[in-house]
């Protein structure tokens, strides 16, 4: 059982719904039903959660699949709070600017290496 991964995962989860709480806060208070209704507030708010989807779940599997690998758990452990670390740091850096702000920048940057170690971390143990 990837009990790392699960309370990783759980902690993921968490963050996703503040970030989809706070769509809906501005989707309920200026009306807006379906899309961004031309509101930039809630455009960049959509678009942080939209960039915690396209990154986080494949994460999430590859954590997953190192722990069902054996990769040791100070390994899983520093990859999986890093990767929350980076997607806090993304999401509280673009909610504020949509230009450079040292959470995206960091964030990202952060995001990048975990996958990057862990598609190595992968790689290295489908073969040995």
Do not use: C
């Not at 930039?40 to 915690?52: G, K, M, T």
């Not at 740091?89 to 600017?97: E, M, V, Y």
């Amino acid at each position: 059982m990837p009990k790392i991964t699960l309370l990783i995962t759980a902690l993921h989860v968490l963050l996703m719904l503040v970030l989809l709480a706070r769509i809906s806060q501005v989707r309920h208070a200026r009306k807006i039903g379906l899309g961004d209704g031309g509101d930039p507030d809630l455009l960049r708010r959509i678009r942080v959660h939209a960039n915690f989807v396209e990154h986080v779940p494949i994460a999430l599997l590859l954590l997953a699949l190192l722990e069902l690998s054996g990769l040791p758990a100070p390994w899983l452990w520093g990859l999986g709070g890093a990767l929350l670390l980076a997607r806090v740091l993304h999401a509280a850096g673009l909610s504020r600017s949509g230009g450079y702000s040292f959470g995206r920048f960091w964030g990202t940057a952060l995001t990048w290496l975990v996958l990057l170690l862990m598609a190595l971390a992968g790689g290295w143990l489908a073969l040995v």
